[in-house]
């Protein structure tokens, strides 16, 4: 069974620039999440997907902060303007249901110069 | 909203000692805690978890207990191998709620 996949890997940009990330899920899972993932913190939620519509946001900056889901199935997540803060490890992960076992994929890691 | 503290955040053993990592939780509504292993480069993969009504949870050298009066949950893994080294994450979820993690805990096992 194929894991999520995330592109691109890395990423470096200077501030005010844009940039968007890609996952695709694991087949059949309904939930989708997309984490932040701060140099030596936990993850932590930005957005929740079930289906195509959105269950939670409310950790999202949505001022700069964009993410969709079209058809329920692949998902991009799109950074404009970025700032120095926002240099993390964006993981997507999905689940079965949204009670079910996270699985995450490796990660697109962010570096803001 | 829920609060996760873990600690600690740095470990050490020799191959063949046991490692526990331990973790509080602030929501008393949390019913589902479980924990993640990180490894480099990587993204966090499920090892075990534990549901409210349970007290404890084994899975071959890695277990789990919880102890919801105090509000605190623990990794034991024994006979530590070096391939365990990696960064444990704990985490809690009421289930209606988003899952919140802990910090995390780099554990390194020395050959």
């Known amino acids: 069974e194929a894991g999520v996949a995330q592109s691109p890997r890395y990423k470096i940009i200077e501030k005010r620039q844009s940039v968007a990330f890609w996952c695709n899920p694991i087949s059949g899972h309904a939930t989708l999440y997309w984490y932040q993932q701060i140099l030596g913190q936990g993850p932590k939620l930005l957005i929740q997907?079930?289906?195509?519509?959105?269950?939670?946001d409310s950790q999202l900056p949505k001022d700069r902060f964009s993410a969709e889901r079209l058809k329920g199935v692949d998902s991009t997540l799109k950074i404009q303007p970025a700032k120095l803060e926002d240099s993390a490890v964006y993981l997507c992960a999905s689940s079965f249901t949204d009670a079910g076992e996270l699985f995450f994929g490796e990660g697109s890691r962010l570096t803001v110069l | 909203g829920e609060n996760v503290e873990q600690h600690p955040s740095t470990l050490s053993v020799q191959e063949g000692d046991s490692a526990v990592i331990k973790c509080t939780y602030s929501?008393?509504?949390?019913?589902?805690f479980p924990w993640y292993k990180q490894e480099l480069g990587k993204g966090p993969q499920l090892i075990i978890d534990?549901?409210?009504?349970?007290g404890e949870k084994k899975d071959q050298r890695i277990a789990v207990t919880l102890n919801k009066t105090a509000k605190h949950f623990s990794l034991h893994i024994t006979e530590t191998q070096p391939e365990d080294s990696a960064v444990y994450f704990c985490a809690a979820t009421s289930g209606n709620t988003p899952l919140v993690f802990g910090k995390g805990t780099r554990l390194s096992v020395i050959a």
């Open positions: 929501d008393s509504a949390s019913n589902y």
């Open positions: 534990i549901r409210s009504n349970v």
């Open positions: 997907f079930q289906n195509n519509g959105v269950v939670d």
